[in-house]
């Protein structure tokens, strides 16, 4: 049981190129979540989605798309990365309706745009 | 909107010693309230929550949390400080219902436990 994976784990892009950031859990979690982490900032949300086939945005969604594949996989895409998105991305999950109600997360993605 | 502070970018403690890492939250409603530890390059891990009942919430690691709904904190604590507790640690909060269960993190709190 590997939990919530990511990939890459790292990453360096010149501005203006794209990436898709990969996410999966193997949990059957209905929720799954996009953060970024900035120091001093904290942990953002980006996007997330409360099951298959629904997104929706979270704090700070702009200049990034993201798709829910299926129930295991939910990716995160930058059509045109800018150096303000030099960030470290984490992926979470939750089950939908636990009374835990607690997030999982990835191993993180530190991406640096040039 | 719901928001949380964490006064305190780091706290300093000797091994041993009491620790205490702050935060006090806002929201509407009762709070879901959490703290994670993030160790260096790795995600974060689940500590403890409180959703309801007990104000004293017990953790992993030996971590315990106090509820304290008149002053809204949520103060995360431990008797006894461990070298291995040195990381960064993360209060987060969540309003009782809707919105997509999104939590709302704190800034963090550098914990450094010293010999």
């Known amino acids: 049981n590997a939990g919530v994976t990511q990939t890459p784990k790292f990453q360096v892009l010149k501005t203006g190129q794209s990436m898709t950031l990969q996410c999966a859990q193997d949990m059957n979690h209905n929720s799954m979540y996009w953060y970024r982490q900035d120091p001093g900032m904290g942990l953002r949300l980006i996007y997330y989605s409360a099951s298959e086939g629904t997104t929706d945005k979270g704090e700070v969604p702009n200049g990034y798309n993201v798709s829910r594949l299926n129930k295991r996989e939910f990716s995160l895409r930058l059509e045109s990365a800018a150096p303000s998105q030099t960030s470290v991305y984490f992926c979470a999950s939750r089950e939908q309706g636990s009374v835990s109600y607690e997030q999982y997360f990835g191993p993180g993605t530190r991406l640096t745009v040039t | 909107a719901q928001s949380v502070a964490q006064p305190e970018d780091q706290v300093n403690v000797a091994e041993g010693n009491p620790l205490t890492v702050k935060c006090t939250y806002s929201v509407s409603g009762n709070p879901y309230l959490f703290w994670y530890v993030q160790y260096p390059n790795r995600g974060l891990q689940f500590l403890l929550k409180?959703?309801?009942?007990?104000?004293l919430v017990k953790g992993s690691y030996g971590f315990e949390a106090e509820f304290n709904k008149s002053q809204t904190s949520f103060h995360l604590k431990k008797p006894s400080a461990l070298v291995s507790d040195s990381a960064l640690y993360f209060c987060a909060v969540r309003a009782p219902s809707g919105g997509g269960n999104k939590l709302t993190f704190g800034t963090g709190t550098q914990l450094k436990v010293e010999l």
């Open positions: 409180y959703i309801t009942g007990d104000n």
